[in-house]
């Protein structure tokens, strides 16, 4: 019998390996689901219904951002309570461009931000969330978006 940290890694490396949370659970066995089950793990649903509205969606990446800030680098950083953690490619893009909720709050995606820089950002994409999605499409992990034009 599994344990519930070892068929969760399973189910992660299912998922990076398929780029899909749902693709991911379901090619689990049933053991390693009655596992996860039986821990109160959420089943992920289909990807389609990611998108059926914006204030889903940005709970699912808000849980998803919350389990991945433990793999930011902090030690650089003071945190006062004006700090945010920052979407690089913002979350209204990702909705908007039907990207995985597990990419927008990729640990690759999170960077801190004062309030103020937060603010000033915006949904906008910047130079660093270009690249990024630029990374994405390349690596096969998102299809090309033809309207990827970074703010100056």
């Known amino acids: 019998m599994f344990t519930y940290e070892e068929s969760l890694e399973l189910y992660k490396l299912q998922s990076d390996r398929r780029n899909s949370m749902y693709l991911g659970y379901n090619e689990l066995s049933d053991e390693v689901k009655m596992v996860l089950s039986d821990n109160g793990f959420e089943i992920p649903v289909e990807e389609e219904s990611y998108f059926s509205s914006r204030t889903h969606y940005r709970s699912i990446v808000d849980r998803l951002t919350n389990a991945n800030c433990n793999h930011l680098d902090l030690s650089n950083r003071r945190f006062s309570g004006g700090d945010h953690v920052d979407h690089i490619v913002s979350v209204l893009y990702c909705f908007k461009?039907?990207?995985?909720?597990?990419?927008?709050?990729?640990?690759?995606?999170?960077?801190?931000?004062?309030?103020?820089?937060?603010?000033?950002?915006?949904?906008?994409?910047?130079?660093?969330?270009?690249?990024?999605?630029?990374?994405?499409?390349?690596?096969?992990?998102?299809?090309?978006?033809?309207?990827?034009?970074?703010?100056?």
């Open 97 to 152: 461009n039907k990207i995985d909720p597990s990419l927008c709050a990729s640990s690759e995606n999170l960077q801190i931000l004062t309030e103020q820089e937060n603010f000033n950002k915006g949904s906008a994409i910047n130079q660093k969330g270009a690249e990024i999605v630029e990374r994405w499409i390349r690596e096969g992990k998102i299809k090309g978006y033809p309207h990827i034009k970074p703010r100056k």
